[in-house]
């Protein structure tokens, strides 16, 4: 991802669609060793989030992840970046909109 984190720089919004106006952001020096997305909400109720960005993720995946409409209102209708953490229990992004299968670790 950071091969390519200052292409994404100029297409990626600056706040979260629809969502609190959170800014986004990356971390490609993650301690892992795998960038990472970022939103910081700055709510005491949730004021960060971060989730592990795939190697082979282009600038257009991370698009269609963020502008994805959002699900039909339900007491778990969390934006489509938290999906994977919060309904598949991963801490890596992976395009399940398109049946993608979550990762193994």
Do not use: C
Request: hydrophobic share 35%.
């Amino acid at each position: 991802m950071s091969r390519i984190a200052p292409q994404l720089a100029k297409t990626l919004p600056q706040r979260s669609p629809g969502y609190l106006m959170a800014p986004f952001g990356w971390d490609d020096a993650h301690s892992s060793g795998t960038d990472h997305l970022e939103v910081d909400y700055r709510s005491p109720d949730h004021s960060h989030f971060t989730i592990a960005i795939p190697d082979d993720w282009t600038d257009q995946d991370l698009l269609d992840l963020i502008f994805l409409p959002p699900r039909d209102p339900a007491p778990q209708n969390w934006p489509a970046w938290e999906i994977p953490a919060y309904d598949f229990v991963t801490f890596r992004l992976f395009r399940f909109w398109k049946g993608e299968k979550k990762p193994d670790k």
